[in-house]
T-cell receptor, first 112, second 109 residues
Framework: EPEVTQTPSHQVTQMGQEVILRCVPISNHLYFYWYRQILGQKVEFLVS????????KSEIFDDQFSVERPDGSNFTLKIRSTKLEDSAMYFC??????????FGAGTRLSVL | KNEVEQSPQNLTAQEGEFITINCSYS?????LHWLQQHPGGGIVSLFM???GKKKHGRLIATINIQEKHSSLHITASHPRDSAVYIC???????????FGPGTSLSVIP
């Protein structure tokens, strides 16, 4: 069965460093998302992406965050200058028209 | 006030029991999702519905749009059903999906 793939599974970085979280959505899906979950808290929406542009973003998704779909298969989330409070599990998801969301296994980001 | 509320927050059941998890929301929606988050953290979509009722195996999801309420039922519960069950709403089709706080279910043999 097709699946959403995220790499790395765990990323450790120093505060102030840039990180790129990578996702390969399911082929032929049209809608792409990043969510995050701080330990012990609920899942929070970050951004949705469709037709090569951001369709909606949350208040969390400030100028430090950016997304890209550079080559038609990868979907990346970049955090320019990480803060301690960016430590969380980051989930990528994709979907096709009329379908449920398909989630990757997540990347655990630890900012030291 | 949270846009999506769930009850109960925590639930412990004996194997074989019928389980109901409730979700209420305060905004207009295009669809409602039920998801399962495993102890390891992975998230799996169970249902997406905008009206009526859906069934998959031992799981049944219902929604009442007028009352802004949905329920997830699990029949003949099993220890492998132990997980966090999350209700999430989609206000505009294919954009932001707002997650509820989740219901932690533990099914005891």
């Amino acid at each position: 069965e097709p699946e959403v793939t995220q790499t790395p599974s765990h990323q450790v970085t120093q505060m102030g460093q840039e990180v790129i979280l990578r996702c390969v959505p399911i082929s032929n899906h049209l809608y792409f998302y990043w969510y995050r979950q701080i330990l012990g808290q609920k899942v929070e929406f970050l951004v949705s992406f469709y037709n090569n542009e951001i369709s909606e973003k949350s208040e969390i998704f400030d100028d430090q965050f950016s997304v890209e779909r550079p080559d038609g298969s990868n979907f990346t989330l970049k955090i320019r200058s990480t803060k301690l409070e960016d430590s969380a599990m980051y989930f990528c998801a994709s979907r096709d028209t009329g379908t449920v969301l398909y989630f990757g296994a997540g990347t655990r980001l630890s900012v030291l | 006030k949270n846009e999506v509320e769930q009850s109960p927050q925590n639930l412990t059941a004996q194997e074989g029991e019928f389980i109901t998890i409730n979700c209420s929301y305060s905004v207009g929606i295009s669809a409602l999702h039920w998801l399962q988050q495993h102890p390891g953290g992975g998230i799996v979509s169970l249902f997406m519905l905008s009206s009526g009722k859906k069934k998959h195996g031992r799981l049944i999801a219902t929604i009442n749009i007028q009352e802004k309420h949905s329920s997830l039922h699990i029949t003949a519960s099993h220890p492998r059903d132990s997980a966090v069950y999350i209700c999430a709403v989609e206000k505009t089709s294919y954009d932001k999906v707002i997650f509820g706080p989740g219901t932690s279910l533990s099914v005891i043999p």
